[in-house]
Each structure stands twice: as structure tokens, then as C-alpha cells.
């Protein structure tokens, strides 16, 4: 309970734009959250369905959940546990109960329930894309790219391109301090417009640890999709034009 816990709060709150998640049941444990400025749409499913979660339910202040987590006083032999009650007939989860191996150090981390989650995470929902270019970026171009966002720090947004069959992130324009570099050599399709998306979303997502894969559609959108080992997380950016 407290790893998968800790997973889904790894992937959205620590990300710093992601406070508010919703988990649902349908066969699978998915898990939907978005930005508040709609600069990212999550959409996640865990590996294996988590026996504790039913039914639609809401996890909000992600922040109290992530103190309680980190408590030393939870960190051996510590009883986590989803409850559930009856509401209007129905038996759902209410909130996780914390208590320590001895007994004297409790807290309880409440659930938003199915019809406020719902209008409060009015996800908009990913119609999909074709994506033109797919590929996994490696720890090397990760690094290269915070490397250059650090030396244009006042740029928001990096544009995207592929040239000459790489993939090229710039920084800037012809008015302002400028740079570029290739941050996929020799990737299979192109785009034919560029776009440009946010520069600390993206390397937040890329600093997440996990199997990386990236995908970039021509129509404008980017898809980062994170593989933990216990959930895939699939980020979707939608781009802005350039």
C-alpha cells in the first residue's frame, strides 16, 4: 500500500503542478490528474490493480498525504490502511488511516468523494495523435538540456524541430540570446512545424525515475510516458505555435 502510495505521489505532486489526482476502477486502477493551467494531462494505469482502491474516488492536498508518507513515526511496521464506509448504499473508500507499530501516533488522510472530484478534475480527455517521431531520450540529452535551459533561463518555452534527421530543441529567437543543440541524433520521421512547449514541465517529467519513452505528434502535442515499474504515467503537453 505505501509504495504504490508513494509511486503515484513521486509522479504528480513532486512534480510541482500536478495537486489533485483521481483514481478510478474499471478492471484497472487508472489514475487522472491535470495542471491547473492545463499545461499537462495526466493519464496513468498501474501495472497491477490495487486491490485497496474501488469504485471513483478523489486524492487532494497531495502535499499533507506526501508529510505523511515521509513521517519517520510510519516508516517500520506502520499500519496504512484504506478505509471504507456506506454511502448512499454503496460501500466506498473514505480515507487512509496512518498509525505507527506502537500504536500512539495516528493520522488520517481523507478522500474527495466520486461527485466533487469530478467536477473539480473536468479532465479533458486525449483523443490521441500520430505520433511522427518516437523515441527513448537518453540520461546524456536530459542532462544536455538542463544544461542549456540554465544558460537561458529567461525562456518559458523551447522550440522543437527536427533537421537533417535529428531532433533539435532551440532557446530564443533571432531578437533575443539564442541557442540550440540536437537532442535525439538520427530518429525515424519528421516534423514539419515547429512548436514549442514549457521548459519546466518538460524537465520535471524528464527528471522523474523510471523507463522514459517521448513522443511528438505534428498536429502539436507531446506525449512523456514514464514506466515506474508499478504504474505507466502518461504525460500529454499540448504545444503552442511558433
Do not use: C
Not at 512534480?15 to 489533485?20: D, I, K, T, V, Y
Not at 490495487?50 to 502535499?63: H, I, K, Q, S
Not at 515521509?70 to 454503496?90: C, L
Not at 500512539?104 to 478534475?121: C, P
Amino acid at each position: 500500500m505505501k509504495d504504490i502510495l508513494q509511486d503515484v505521489v513521486a509522479h504528480t505532486h513532486a512534480l510541482g503542478f500536478l495537486s489533485l489526482v483521481k483514481v478510478s476502477n474499471d478492471g484497472s486502477t487508472a489514475i487522472d490528474s491535470m495542471a491547473e493551467d492545463r499545461s499537462v494531462i495526466l493519464t496513468a494505469s498501474t501495472n497491477a490493480p490495487v486491490a485497496e482502491f474501488t469504485g471513483t474516488f478523489g486524492m487532494p492536498n497531495l502535499d499533507k498525504l506526501a508529510l505523511h508518507l515521509k513521517n519517520p513515526e510510519y516508516k517500520d511496521n506502520a499500519n496504512i490502511a484504506v478505509i471504507q464506509a456506506e454511502r448512499n448504499g454503496e460501500t466506498i473508500p473514505t480515507h487512509i488511516h496512518f498509525e505507527n507499530a506502537a500504536g500512539d501516533f495516528e493520522n488520517d488522510y481523507r478522500f474527495m468523494n466520486k461527485a466533487i472530484i469530478e467536477e473539480k478534475l473536468k479532465t479533458v480527455k486525449f483523443k490521441g495523435a500520430s505520433w511522427a517521431v518516437e523515441f527513448a531520450p537518453s540520461m546524456a540529452s536530459i542532462a544536455r538540456m538542463k544544461l542549456m535551459s540554465a544558460a537561458h533561463s529567461e525562456e518559458p518555452t523551447f522550440n522543437v524541430k527536427t533537421q537533417d534527421g535529428n531532433l533539435v530543441f532551440s532557446f530564443g529567437d533571432a531578437s533575443t540570446h539564442a541557442g540550440e543543440f540536437v537532442f535525439q541524433h538520427g530518429v525515424e520521421g519528421s516534423l514539419t512545424h515547429t512548436w514549442s512547449w514549457p521548459v519546466a514541465q518538460v524537465q520535471s517529467i524528464l527528471s522523474l525515475d523510471g523507463d522514459l519513452t517521448m513522443s511528438i505528434s505534428d498536429q502539436g502535442a507531446m506525449k512523456i510516458s514514464v514506466n515506474s515499474g508499478m504504474a505507466t504515467y502518461d504525460y500529454i503537453l499540448p504545444a503552442q505555435s511558433k
